[in-house]
């Protein structure tokens, strides 16, 4: 688990990939400007082994975890983005959970 961090588009912002163990599953936090503040998102993507990751808008997992309503500076990027990591246990479980719920819905 990587954390990196830059400016962007919209300025600064802060991105970690963490590997979910299941169905090529990769948990993505990231953290950036939004309107009125700032904004740390968790979405699951499927990583296909060809250098591309993929994300199906209706079906994978996606939630918005914390916002600020702050300034867009390195450190406020930076306290934020830790902030989802310390609960990323919480947002694994609710990812984990959303396929489980997904997956016994198919059957």
């Given at each position: 688990?990587?954390?990196?961090i ?17 169905a ?20 699951v993507?499927?990583?296909n ?13 996606s939630?918005r975890?914390v ?11 930076r306290?934020?983005h830790?902030l989802?990591?310390s ?18 819905a198919?059957?």
């Amino acid at each position: 688990m990587e954390m990196q961090i830059g400016k962007g588009r919209d300025g600064w912002e802060a991105k970690t990939a963490i590997e979910m163990g299941a169905a090529n599953r990769v948990l993505i936090v990231s953290t950036g400007k939004t309107n009125g503040g700032m904004v740390t998102r968790a979405v699951v993507n499927t990583d296909n082994k060809d250098g591309f990751l993929t994300w199906d808008m209706f079906g994978d997992y996606s939630a918005r975890t914390v916002y600020k309503g702050a300034r867009c500076t390195e450190k406020t990027v930076r306290e934020l983005h830790q902030l989802a990591l310390s609960k990323i246990e919480e947002t694994l479980a609710a990812a984990r959970a959303h396929y489980a719920a997904k997956e016994g819905a198919a059957a």
